[in-house]
């Protein structure tokens, strides 16, 4: 049981994905309760190109195996670097982290509303790896920045969905991801990697 109730009226929404294995799960919790998900991927923050390249296959990949429509968002990987000047040196889970989500659900709030959808969610929101607070603060302040959306915040890791997802990920034998994203992130991975050794 997930636990937030589906918002009223809702039979098509927009899902912003991270990536193929974390929106699996999400996806056909969806369509076995009456929802229709357009999948939005818009991760600027991925680098380098050739990671961002193939999480978006993948994710495609997975759509188009269950006929579900998706759209690619730009890659500007520029502009997100400048819209998180100034906190490269943050920690995980940081003040960087919630600029970033910030970024990537507005533009999701901003295809809701070009799509004449109301309703936005995001698998960001699945990862244990991130903190929900800073997910549901992006997420209200672009349905704020954007009128007539509304942002489903939803805690996608409840109900069973972080097993679903992981027997998923083996089936459909998607590529799995061992960072966030980003290249600071990256090099936390690699900097608690290099302390290990």
């Not at 659900?105 to 799509?115: D, F, N």
């Amino acid at each position: 049981m997930l636990n937030i109730p589906i918002p009223e009226n809702t039979h098509e929404l927009l899902l912003h994905a991270c990536c193929a294995p974390c929106s699996s799960a999400i996806v056909e919790w969806m369509l076995a309760n009456g929802l229709k998900p357009t999948i939005f991927y818009y991760n600027p923050n991925i680098f380098p190109r050739e990671e961002y390249e193939t999480r978006k296959n993948e994710s495609k990949r997975h759509a188009e195996s269950l006929d579900i429509k998706w759209i690619d968002g730009d890659y500007d990987h520029e502009a997100w670097r400048k819209g998180v000047s100034g906190l490269e040196a943050e920690p995980e889970r940081g003040g960087r982290c919630l600029e970033c989500f910030r970024i990537r659900l507005l533009k999701a709030a901003e295809k809701t509303q070009e799509l004449g959808l109301r309703v936005f969610t995001t698998t960001l929101a699945s990862s244990r790896w991130k903190r929900l607070d800073q997910i549901t603060e992006a997420g209200l302040a672009a349905q704020q920045a954007v009128p007539g959306t509304l942002f489903w915040a939803q805690n996608w890791r409840k109900g069973g969905l972080q097993e679903r997802r992981n027997q998923l990920l083996r089936e459909y034998g998607f590529y799995n991801q061992q960072y966030c994203g980003c290249e600071y992130s990256q090099r936390v991975l690699q900097h608690t990697s290099a302390r290990a050794d």
